[in-house]
């Protein structure tokens, strides 16, 4: 069995509400509180993010703080990249999904000649780009970034020249064996703007409903290993706000309709029993919206059982 390493990357920018950088030290208080001792026993790397406090006047309005986030893009991708090249299995804890872009590349980077399969435990699609997005928000463009998607058949407005020459190079922040949205599923996502639903139809991504898992989580696994038989690693993105709110208000864009806590568990669980997953992150806690820390008390639940499930691996 491989070590595991917690990459921690606390950062912000790529979300609408200060908070989401707190999220890991959040996990570790709600640790202490319950007991835990899983951040005792792993080994940390803490990716250094900079600066890292939402502002009102931004540079780019519908690419908010794009040259910063693509700085800590490129620093996450290389922690993740050497974390695996190491022979390690990365869990990532970041803050705002605008990261993930760089856990992708750094698997990407890891295994340059490997086809990656990504599945997306999210509320929401996170295809937009500058284009389309209707708040500039980056956590909402991930997978437009991983993949180099602009998706202007539909786009909603034209864009300055320097935002455009920004969001070309944080696109190249991706390795040349870029992310095929062939090779991404969606589980839990709910809430889908049209531009986005556009792309999902174009490449036939498949999404499967929380109503389904729950129904039926044999066939779910099913239709993971059948989506991705021809690839050679997964990597997976779990956003707390794939969980219903009831669970907590702790997250920066909540949707009716989610998992339960124990559905996350099963979930995640299951998925890491599939040998070709290679790396896991949990993403978008933010206590600053919470009550009494309920977010990452449930986080710390899921993420305990996540690091046995490993660690049996």
């Given at each position: 069995m491989s070590d595991i390493r917690i990459v921690e990357v606390p950062f912000?920018?790529?979300a609408g509400t200060v908070g989401a950088s707190l999220g890991i030290e959040a996990l570790k208080a709600a640790a202490i509180n319950r007991k835990s001792n899983i951040?005792?026993?792993h080994r940390a790397v803490h990716q250094d993010v900079g600066?890292?406090?939402l502002e009102q006047d931004v540079e780019h309005a519908w690419a908010k703080y794009i040259s910063r986030i693509r700085d800590v893009i490129t620093k996450t991708a290389n922690t993740v990249s050497q974390v695996l090249e190491d022979g390690n299995f990365p869990v990532v804890l970041a803050g705002d999904h605008s990261t993930a872009a760089g856990s992708i590349a750094g698997v990407l980077q890891a295994y340059p000649n490997d086809r990656i399969g990504v599945i997306w435990i999210d509320a929401h699609g996170d295809l937009h780009t500058p284009y389309t997005s209707p708040s500039g928000n980056l956590?909402?463009?991930?997978?437009?970034?991983a993949s180099g998607l602009d998706n202007t058949a539909v786009k909603r407005r034209d864009i300055k020249p320097e935002?455009?020459?920004q969001w070309q190079k944080l696109k190249g922040t991706m390795p040349d064996n870029r992310l095929s949205l062939d090779d991404v599923m969606f589980i839990g996502v709910r809430e889908v703007e049209p531009e986005e639903e556009h792309i999902m139809n174009k490449h036939n991504i498949p999404r499967l409903s929380v109503k389904e898992f729950r129904e039926n989580p044999y066939w779910v696994k099913e239709q993971v290993e059948d989506h991705f038989k021809d690839c050679d690693r997964i990597y997976?993105?779990?956003?707390?706000?794939?969980?219903?709110?009831s669970v907590s208000s702790g997250t920066g864009t909540p949707v009716p309709g989610g998992l339960s806590v124990e559905d996350a568990i099963a979930l995640n669980v299951m998925l890491l029993k599939i040998s070709k997953v290679c790396c896991w992150e949990m993403v978008e806690i933010n206590p600053l919206l919470d009550e009494k820390n309920k977010m990452a008390e449930a986080g710390v639940s899921i993420l305990e059982r996540v690091l046995l499930t490993l660690s049996d691996r």
């Open positions: 912000e920018l790529g951040f005792l026993r600066f890292n406090f956590h909402g463009m991930t997978l437009a970034i935002t455009s020459g997976i993105s779990f956003d707390v706000d794939s969980m219903d709110p």
